[in-house]
T-cell receptor, first 112, second 115 residues
Framework: QKEVEQNSGPLSVPEGAIASLNCTYS??????FFWYRQYSGKSPELIMS????GDKEDGRFTAQLNKASQYVSLLIRDSQPSDSATYLC????????????FGSGTRLQVQP | EAGVAQSPRYKIIEKRQSVAFWCNPI?????LYWYQQILGQGPKLLIQ????????DSQLPKDRFSAERLKGVDSTLKIQPAKLEDSAVYLC?????????????FGPGTRLLVL
């Protein structure tokens, strides 16, 4: 069973629309949650981190966390073609393992 | 502030050869990670260091992979002998603290092709 699951996509949205990316995780002990963006051929770069239930907004990005449902999402408002990339959900491990566990990523395509 | 540095950026070797990768983390970062990212997948942790000690190497194929972080700063990852399935991008990341809650910053990666 995968520890962090994401829909591989591609998720295609028109420019200016809201893109919604979803992620579920299996470890109930997880405490920190991250969204990374990865352009083709590049390394992951952090977009958002979230640690408590609810919403966290940063510019056009909103991360949502629901620990009871073991669900974390990323909303991108006013999507731009430059947002086209793979979005990786990452979750920290249990108390004995603090490295990140990544999902396989969702590829987002923003159509101009 | 300089980012995480890695070298080489690209490497092509034949199977059964050996290869080594180098990583210099952000200055002052106590924790260093090596990840393997196979095409179409998310990064997978190979080994985690805190200062110069190993925290987690449970997913490191120890029969062929080795890593060290002497003096708690830069690190090397070695593969000997390489297999075809080792073709991947090897990412080094570092974080300031040791709790696991801090942001990890990734280097540019080393793209390995094993023929």
């Amino acid at each position: 069973q995968k520890e962090v699951e994401q829909n591989s996509g591609p998720l295609s949205v028109p420019e200016g629309a809201i893109a919604s990316l979803n992620c579920t995780y299996s470890d109930r002990g997880s405490q920190s949650f991250f969204w990374y963006r990865q352009y083709s051929g590049k390394s992951p770069e952090l977009i958002m981190s979230i640690y408590s239930n609810g919403d966290k907004e940063d510019g056009r990005f909103t991360a949502q966390l629901n620990k009871a449902s073991q669900y974390v999402s990323l909303l991108i408002r006013d999507s731009q073609p430059s947002d086209s990339a793979t979005y990786l959900c990452a979750v920290n491990g249990d108390t004995g393992r603090r490295a990140l566990t990544f999902g396989s990523g969702t590829r987002l395509q923003v159509q101009p | 502030e300089a980012g995480v540095a890695q070298s080489p950026r690209y490497k092509i070797i034949e199977k059964r050869q050996s290869v080594a990768f180098w990583c210099n983390p952000i200055s002052g970062h106590a924790t260093l990670y090596w990840y393997q990212q196979i095409l179409g997948q998310g990064p997978k942790l190979l080994i985690q260091f805190q200062n110069n000690g190993v925290v987690d190497d449970s997913q490191l194929p120890k029969d062929r992979f080795s890593a060290e972080r002497l003096k708690g700063v830069d690190s090397t990852l070695k593969i000997q002998p390489a297999k075809l399935e080792d073709s991947a991008v090897y990412l080094c990341a570092s974080s300031f603290g040791t709790s696991g809650l801090e942001t990890q910053y990734f280097g540019p990666g080393t793209r390995l092709l094993v023929l």
